[in-house]
């Protein structure tokens, strides 16, 4: 989607980004890797190294929602992986508590399965197979708190550790 933000955790020096494996239709769970590969000719990226960024994981911006992806060997553990790291990121983000946050995931976050591949031996088999992915809508914030949290994730405000 046009003006999407995608932020991607970089965990080492000289790392690179690779554009590969465009879909162009996906359905949520990709239940065997079976989708419509496309080479995305007219993409267009612009990329931002926000050096002090501290995220649990690849998440996105839209104009609607902030998106966060958990990853595990269970559905389970994918979600509570990912779940724990958007706890973390929103109340630093956000400037507030832990518990604040937790709430806020509970009444408006929805999540959905992104991955569930039973894949053994081929390429996909290197990291885990499952992926969660949990959107917040941004319209249960004012817009002051919106621009908080965009600017705070853009500006790398460190992850509390509990």
Known sequence: MAGTSLFL?????????????????QGDGQ??????????????????LHKNASLPAPMAETST???GLGFGDSIESALTSG???LIKWLAASAGISDLDAYAM?????????????????????????KA???MLPKAVF??????????????GVPTRQT
């Open 9 to 25: 955790p970089v965990s080492r020096d000289g790392a690179m980004v690779w554009t590969g494996n465009s879909h162009a239709a």
């Open 83 to 85: 779940l724990r790291g």
């Open 142 to 155: 004012t817009q002051e708190m919106r621009e908080r949290i965009a600017a705070n994730t853009r500006a």
């Open 65 to 67: 929602h902030w998106i």
């Open 31 to 48: 239940v065997d890797q079976t989708t419509i590969e496309t080479a995305m000719e007219d993409l267009q990226i612009q990329y931002i």
């Open 105 to 129: 995931w509970s009444m408006a976050g929805s999540f959905r399965i992104t991955q569930y591949a039973d894949q053994v031996a081929s390429a996909y088999s290197v990291v885990p197979s």
């Open 132 to 134: 969660v992915h949990g």
